[in-house]
């Protein structure tokens, strides 16, 4: 299984970005996909997490700026984020929750990553 992110970049503050991560292989099912977020010296944090039903959880620093969407079909999931601090600066991270064609117990993937900075 493959998680491709995309979407970083340098951006100003109170400016918008928008990453997308889509999952490959020989997928079952995805129970949930998320971003997580990570600066140096610091551990990997959640930011936003999307369950199978829908049902979304925000990290409270980024809750009202971002938001996490999925289209089941693709295996793809978004996060549109707004209102950009210097603090959100961090390389991005797409985890998944999945089961994988023919492997019976879940599997934690993730991607490798995306730079997000946002200048002051």
């Known amino acids: 299984v493959q998680l491709q992110a995309s979407g970083g970049g340098l951006v100003q503050a109170g400016e918008s970005l928008r990453l997308s991560c889509a999952a490959s292989?020989?997928?079952?099912?995805?129970?949930?996909m998320g971003w997580y977020r990570q600066t140096p010296g610091k551990q990997r944090e959640l930011v936003a997490h999307?369950?199978?039903?829908?049902?979304?959880n925000y990290a409270d620093s980024v809750k009202g700026r971002f938001t996490i969407s999925r289209d089941s079909v693709k295996n793809t999931i978004y996060l549109q984020m707004n209102s950009l601090k210097p603090e959100d600066t961090a390389v991005y991270y797409c985890?998944?929750?999945?089961?994988?064609?023919?492997?019976?117990?879940?599997?934690?993937?993730w991607g490798r990553g995306t730079q997000v900075t946002v200048s002051s």
């Open positions: 985890n998944a929750e999945l089961w994988l064609e023919g492997i019976p117990r879940p599997n934690t993937s």
């Open positions: 292989g020989f997928i079952f099912k995805i129970d949930g």
């Open positions: 999307i369950a199978s039903d829908g049902s979304t």
